[in-house]
């Protein structure tokens, strides 16, 4: 085992709602939900090694289904540093794949948590992969973050 060229440097929750659905049938009759993950990941312009990266996941009423017994809507902003001495044609690849997947996790933590106190069982969330938007989405610039 050897260390990251990502590395974390801290993250924050910027957003956190969560509802418990009201109709204590939803367990019989579940809905689904429509769940979405979207990502933002910005590297700095003055110092090219390290990145900002949002992570927004929610779960929502699908219209015409049953409620899903928790809707939720959580965003985390992660800050991040890569090696200098990695290639830098592999670093906003690298960052695009594993940094929101980090930050996955914490959010799956969170829900976790917070479900598990709750009038319903616990919501775990599935697990994903990041790889198909590292190969897809364009990094952006960001200033003085």
């Not at 940094?99 to 775990?124: C, K, Q, S």
């Amino acid at each position: 085992m050897k260390p990251s060229p990502l590395q974390l440097e801290s993250y924050v929750f910027t957003r956190i709602h969560m509802d418990a659905c009201e109709d204590p049938e939803c367990l019989e009759v579940e809905g689904a939900g429509q769940f979405q993950v979207n990502t933002q990941c910005q590297q700095h312009n003055e110092e090219p090694s390290r990145w900002m990266v949002t992570i927004r996941v929610s779960v929502s009423q699908t219209d015409g289904e049953p409620c899903p017994p928790y809707i939720f809507d959580i965003e985390v902003v992660g800050f991040f540093q890569v090696a200098e001495e990695y290639p830098a044609e592999k670093k906003a690849p690298m960052v695009k794949a594993n940094a929101p997947a980090v930050l996955f996790g914490a959010v799956r933590e969170m829900i976790t948590n917070i479900t598990a106190r709750g009038p319903y069982p616990r919501f775990d969330l599935p697990t994903v992969t990041f790889i198909d938007e590292a190969q897809t989405k364009p990094a952006q610039a960001v200033e003085n973050k």
